[in-house]
Structures are given as structure tokens and as C-alpha cells.
């Protein structure tokens, strides 16, 4: 099992950066593939990025592509995403995701295990 705990949200005017920390236990962490979530009030939960448990192959959705980037450390079980050039429509909680059996399809229930989130509010 992997548990996973969010942090370095808050609030940020746009086009400034925040780097959001996905802290993971559990010995399996480096097996599995990383994923960022988001969720904005009254939508449903959207794909953001992606990684490879070994770190060779990322994805993102188009709304983030060249603005975030996705990266891990699996010494320290940790994943992180990067957000630069913050938008007003970035705000939503961000949740980290583990996935087995990396699917870069962007569908919530091919993750296994999620974190609790965290909030990132962009103000114009």
C-alpha cells in the first residue's frame, strides 16, 4: 500500500510559481507511476501530469503543457509538480495518484491510491 500526503498549495497571484510536494510511504513507492489530479468547486476531478516510476516518461494535459513540470525523487519517495506562468483557471485542489501499471489514458480509476489534496488558489 502507498499513502501519500500533499503539500505546498496556497494562494498565488497569476503568473507566478508554486511546486507542490506528493510525500509517499511505503517501500513500494519507486515501482509505481505518479500521477497529479486537480478538481475545481462544481467540476469533476482532471488529469494534470503524469511520471514513469522510473522518471523516463511524462505526460500532461494540454492546459498545463510547458507551464508545469512533473518529477520525482525516489530516495526520498517524493514527487513533484511544478507550476509556473499560474493562471486563474489553475486554482482547484491538486491531488497526487499511484498507478501499478502506468496507463497514460488520464482515467481517475486507473490509479490505485490518492492523497487527501491540497488547495491552489491563483488570483488575477
Known amino acids: 500500500q502507498v499513502r501519500m500526503v500533499e503539500s505546498g498549495g496556497g494562494l498565488v497571484q497569476a503568473g507566478n510559481s508554486l511546486r507542490l510536494s506528493c510525500a509517499a510511504s511505503g517501500r513500494t513507492f519507486s515501482s509505481y507511476a505518479m500521477g497529479w489530479f486537480r478538481q475545481a468547486p462544481g467540476k469533476e476531478r482532471g488529469f494534470v501530469a503524469l511520471?514513469?516510476?522510473?522518471?523516463?516518461?511524462?505526460y500532461y494535459a494540454d492546459s498545463v503543457k510547458g507551464r508545469f513540470t512533473i518529477s520525482r525523487d525516489n530516495a526520498k519517495n517524493t514527487v513533484y509538480l511544478q507550476m509556473n506562468s499560474l493562471k486563474p483557471e489553475d486554482t482547484a485542489v491538486y491531488y497526487c495518484a499511484a498507478q501499478r501499471v502506468l496507463n497514460p489514458n488520464g482515467r481517475i480509476y486507473d490509479y490505485d491510491y490518492w492523497g487527501q489534496g491540497t488547495q491552489v488558489t491563483v488570483s488575477s
Open positions: 511520471i514513469s516510476w522510473s522518471a523516463g516518461r511524462t
